[in-house]
């Protein structure tokens, strides 16, 4: 019976350490899952935290840790979508922010070639053009390209380039004031072949958006070849940019026919007296001489009187072309009035104002206007003045300018006359007579 009891405890004993083993067993294997996970979910936490937002968080689990996992994969998803658009906020800031530079330092199609450079390294985009819509043709006029394949700028082919409204993507976009995506230009009927043949083919694909302010198309661009194709962010992105560049030509295009004349495109008065003023401070400023040169049509009446008006303005705008052509970018001339024109050179004294004055002389000796199968001929007399050695101030500088042009006149016409001191008491004597 004894022995019974001992094999009895013993048994008691064996089942108890095997249950107090199990048990621990079980313990430590549920414990160790709960642990792997606490430390999938810590580790998750500070990829999060450390900006590592691709990978997705998640834990095959229905408890409290699956859960967890769930909620901090949905605010790993909203930092990564917060951040994304911070990004593209900050990189549109930076684009508009150097088109504004662009704005401030160049005009015309320096700007646009900036603008449209600035917009494809942007985009991603391989190559792009801006074409402009001219309001008395109604055609898109090709102004500026940029592509990396072609080693010189837009002339001779690419200058001819045309599209009539509604001709082409380039055309539909100026007549419907929309953008327009094309990521296959091989099977897009849209896309206009050109007589150009090796060119459209080094176009893929595009997106094309109009240049517009309110409901004016101003002109389109177009931007070419992105890698993948473009999307509708891609748009919406470019929009943004396209509507800044047209506002920008808008006020431009208004400036410049403020300053301009309409009849000639040169300087109109008011605006020809500010940059003389200007360059009068600067010549103060630098210790360098400024001229300024006087001319004007010889027997200007006639032209009018004996062939009409629009034979006139002919005349007049055959003198400013060549007048313009004949002089340094940095001289600026200027439609004084009626027939007469004016010329501020920079930088250049008495004789080398002479010159200049012969040399546009010379050219305006040498063209002619066409009328009824007659080449009519033209002639001008011009004067010239040096500020500070002749005058002080712009009143006196005109003043001496226009008494050498009347000394010219008085010569005989058709010649270029330096002032000096003498002419004006001759001009007095004259007067007075």
Not at 100 to 110: D, F, K, L, M, T
Not at 118 to 125: P, Y
Not at 385 to 408: C, G, R, V
Request: aromatic share 8%; hydrophobic share 40%; charged share 25%.
């Amino acid at each position: 019976m004894l022995s019974v009891i001992r094999s009895l405890q013993q048994l008691l004993y064996f089942v108890a350490a095997a249950a107090a083993l199990l048990a621990l067993i079980f313990a430590y294997g549920l414990s160790r899952r709960f642990v792997d996970k606490i430390i999938y979910l810590v580790l998750a936490a500070r990829k999060v935290e450390h900006g590592e937002l691709d990978e997705q968080i998640e834990l095959e689990s229905e408890d409290e840790f699956g859960t967890l996992a769930r909620n901090l994969d949905s605010m790993r998803q909203e930092i990564k979508l917060t951040l994304t658009q911070k990004e593209g906020m900050i990189a549109k800031l930076t684009v508009r922010d150097q088109i504004n530079r662009a704005i401030i330092r160049q005009s015309g199609n320096e700007l646009l070639k900036q603008v449209l450079t600035i917009i494809l390294e942007a985009i991603g985009a391989q190559k792009g053009s801006i074409m402009m819509l001219e309001p008395q043709s109604l055609m898109l006029v090709l102004k500026v390209v940029y592509d990396p394949e072609q080693d010189h700028e837009p002339v001779n082919v690419l200058e001819h380039i045309t599209f009539s409204i509604g001709e082409g993507i380039a055309g539909q976009v100026a007549a419907t004031g929309e953008a327009m995506i094309c990521n296959d230009t091989r099977s897009d009927k849209r896309f206009k072949t050109y007589r150009f043949q090796e060119m459209d083919q080094r176009i893929w694909n595009m997106v094309c958006l109009p240049l517009k302010v309110d409901d004016t198309v101003l002109g389109v661009i177009s931007l070419d070849n992105k890698i993948g194709g473009f999307n509708e962010s891609d748009l919406a992105f470019v929009q943004d940019m396209a509507n800044q560049v047209a506002i920008a030509i808008q006020n431009a295009e208004l400036y410049e026919r403020s300053i301009s004349d309409g009849l000639t495109g040169l300087f109109v008065r008011r605006y020809f007296e500010d940059l003389l003023d200007q360059e009068l401070r600067r010549s103060d400023r630098t210790q360098m001489p400024v001229s300024l040169m006087m001319f004007d049509i010889d027997h200007f009446k006639r032209f009018n009187d004996t062939y009409g008006h629009q034979v006139g303005d002919w005349v007049i705008q055959k003198v400013a072309k060549v007048a313009k052509d004949s002089v340094r970018d940095v001289d600026m001339v200027a439609r004084y009035g009626g027939e007469e024109f004016a010329i501020i050179m920079p930088d250049t004294g008495l004789d080398a104002a002479w010159q200049v004055g012969e040399r546009i002389r010379q050219a305006v000796a040498d063209s002619f206007v066409f009328h009824e199968g007659h080449k009519l001929k033209i002639t001008i007399s011009l004067g010239c003045a040096e500020y500070p050695s002749q005058a002080s101030s712009k009143q006196s500088l005109i003043q001496n300018a226009d008494t050498a042009l009347y000394a010219s006149k008085h010569k005989g016409r058709n010649c270029t006359t330096r002032y000096q001191p003498e002419l004006a008491a001759y001009e007095e004597e004259v007067s007075g007579s």
